[in-house]
Each structure stands twice: as C-alpha cells, then as structure tokens.
C-alpha cells in the first residue's frame, strides 16, 4: 500500500521516521513473524524503497484490509490488527492533509490521531489482557501535509480540518478492525467475557452462589470491572445487593 506525492512529513515510522520531506509513504506488509533489521529490509528493496524521500511503515496485517476515509481537506489509510492487543499486532494510520500546516499543527495532529485511535478501541471495548488496550506496541503513526491551499497553525479537535481528520481516523481504523480481526461494537457478551479472561460457565455458576468471585463475574458482565481495577468501584457487589436478590428470588406468599 503506497501514497505518492510531494509531501512534508511528519512520523513515528520505524523506516526515515522523524520530520523531513517524502514523495512516497509506504505501508509494507511482513510475515507475522518477521525479525528482521528494518534497516537492513529496507536496504533489501528496490531502489524507490531505499532513498531518503521514502517513509516506510511495516505491518503483519493484510494491506488489502486497508480502510480509506475522507474528510474536508484530508484523507486517512490506515490497516487494523489487534492479535493480543497491546503485545502483537499494529495499527498504522497514514493521515494525508491537503493544506498548508506548520509543524506544530502536524505534531498536533498525531495527537488527534492517537485519540481518536484510543477512543475507537475503548468504543470497542478492546482489551490487553483485563485491561482496556489503548493500541498495540508496534503503532505508526504519519501524517504527511500537500502544502497546497490554506495554511494554518492549528488542528485540534475544535478546528474543521482536526474535526475532520479525528472523524476519519476513526472510521478508517474501525472498519480495519473489522475486516481484519472481525470486531464489532455489538459482539456477544460472551466473547467480551473471554477477553477478559472469563468464561460463561464461570458467570454462571457465580451467579448461583458458587465458582468465581461473584462480584468479579457482574462487574464484568457490566463493564464495571474498569473502574474497579482503577479503584473508582469497591470490588464485589455494593451491599445488601446479593440479600436483595436473595429476596427476589423467594417472594412473600400473598
């Protein structure tokens, strides 16, 4: 997946990241299991991939499940994989702005990226083990200005071109979390148990009294048990609430 033009760039890119000026981003795909000098891959490629005005980013995730968003004066590419969230897979998001920004409008701007990715995955309920994941460890992020048309010197969420770019941002990684990891908002509470490390035989039998922590299986039948790892909830069911159930459960005679 390739974006040509003649860009200023401003990115976290493993391949002549940094700030400097492009005429091809490339977003290349690599085995699951790569271990490889990404220098020394880069070297290894023809001669397009190898000069100074090439920025490259690397993902195990099928470039052909790339999402394309658009946007008054943007538009976003990114390729979505969350194979155990924070620990393997990448998220790479190349956002390309048709006007003139300054620099730091473009620093800005990988700060809209990364929130609007953060907000995805917790739209989501994205998890990194029990915990909601804010990306994987590998995420690249490159936002590449055109330099034609408007200047400006800002591009946060209350300017029209940063609205613009965290609304496709945020399309263009939620569509390529679905093509490629098959995850929608609406999926079954049993799988969000899973990612949680719990099962529904596990919730069930907590729910009669016995098995797993009652408390631990609601709060995350719920979506209660972040707040309690962040200590905002007590852990467990607020008093007399397992009496009140116990009550529901044998009704007075009338």
Not at 44 to 68: E, I, N, Q
């Amino acid at each position: 997946m390739e974006v040509h033009g003649r860009f200023r760039v401003v990115s976290s890119a493993p391949w002549h990241g940094g700030y400097r000026r492009a005429r091809r981003v490339v977003n290349l795909q690599v085995p699951l299991d790569f271990d490889c000098d990404v220098a020394r891959y880069f070297r290894g490629l023809p001669a397009p991939y190898r000069r100074a005005d090439c920025v490259g980013l690397l993902t195990a995730v099928d470039v052909r499940t790339a999402a394309v968003e658009r946007g008054p004066g943007v538009t976003v590419v990114a390729t979505a994989g969350i194979t155990n969230s924070s620990r393997v897979g990448t998220i790479n998001t190349i956002v390309v702005l048709r006007g003139r920004p300054s620099v730091a409008a473009m620093v800005e701007a990988v700060k809209v990226v990364t929130e609007a990715k953060c907000a995805v995955l917790r739209d989501l309920d994205v998890r990194a083990g029990a915990r909601p994941a804010t990306g994987t460890s590998t995420d690249a992020v490159v936002v590449a200005a055109e330099d034609r048309g408007e200047s400006f010197d800002y591009c946060g969420p209350a300017m029209p071109i940063g609205r613009a770019m965290g609304h496709a941002v945020a399309r263009a990684i939620r569509v390529g979390l679905r093509r490629q990891a098959g995850l929608r908002p609406d999926r079954p509470i049993r799988d969000r148990l899973t990612e949680r490390g719990l099962s529904a035989a596990e919730v069930s039998a907590a729910g009669r009294g016995g098995g797993l922590d009652d408390g631990r299986a609601w709060e995350s039948v719920f979506a209660l048990d972040d707040a309690v790892l962040a200590g905002r909830l007590p852990a467990g069911p607020p008093e007399g609430y397992v009496r009140a159930r116990a009550r529901s459960r044998n009704p007075a005679p009338t």
